[in-house]
């Protein structure tokens, strides 16, 4: 099956700076990749599709890129309410979709 | 408004059998995937399967076939995950979640359901 590696699996940012995940695939996945939040206590919600796809209603703050092997997630200028858990899923190869590991992001 | 309700709590006993629901309403739930994924307590999210309530199409991740039964009823816009002889490690927080039009094959997931916690302990 398809590994999901994501990077970093935390970090802390201050209000307004840039932030960046990477979701590295262990094989090409070709832009087949979605990217979710998580709020503590919450169910996940659909932010990117497609790789770079911006779901409908999510703020333009966030973008998604990359195909193949290598994708990246970034928030352009963070927000408290970005505070959250990040995930990365693959569906490559349906029906084994997998996720990434997840990155928490806090406010420094 | 979109919605997916899911059924309470449980607390079982390992051996026991469940069945949980998730209630979709606000929309034509024969015509969109509806997915169900697991997160362990304090652990990221797994992805189990997909059911498309229009034909009961179903397709289960390989870590989850022969582990769990998917199944809808469409008369009443509801779908299930169901076990026939639960085990502690079963003990997770559940979620359904619908696919949109624009995700094929359910392959994404837009509305979600509020989650069932099911513990597992004797």
């Known amino acids: 099956d398809i590994q999901m590696t994501q990077s970093p699996s935390s970090l802390s940012a201050s209000v307004g700076d840039g932030v960046t995940i990477t979701c590295q695939a262990s094989q090409d996945i070709r832009n087949y990749l979605n990217w979710y939040q998580q709020k503590p206590g919450k169910a996940p919600k659909l932010l990117i599709y497609?790789?770079?796809n911006l779901e409908t209603g999510v703020p333009s703050r966030f973008s998604g890129s990359g195909s193949g092997t290598h994708f990246t997630f970034t928030i352009s200028s963070l927000q408290p309410e970005d505070i959250a858990t990040y995930y990365c899923?693959?569906?490559?190869?349906?029906?084994?979709?997998?996720f990434g590991g997840g990155t928490k992001v806090e406010i420094k | 408004e979109v919605q997916l309700v899911q059924s309470g709590a449980e607390v079982k006993k390992p051996g026991e059998s469940l069945r949980i629901s998730c209630k979709g309403s606000g929309y034509s739930f024969t015509t969109y995937w509806i997915g169900w994924v697991r997160q362990l307590p304090g652990k990221g999210l797994e992805w189990m399967g997909i059911?498309?309530?229009?034909?009961?199409?179903?397709r289960y991740s390989p870590s989850f076939q022969g582990q769990v039964t998917i199944s809808a009823d469409k008369s009443i816009s509801t779908a299930y995950l169901q076990w026939s002889s639960l085990k502690a490690s079963d003990t997770a927080m559940y979620y359904c979640a619908k696919a949109p039009h624009h995700c094929t094959n359910g392959v994404c997931y837009d509305f979600w359901g509020q989650g069932t916690l099911v513990t597992v302990s004797s």
């Open positions: 059911i498309y309530p229009g034909d009961s199409d179903t």
């Open positions: 899923q693959q569906y490559d190869n349906v029906p084994e979709l997998t």
């Open positions: 497609d790789a770079s």
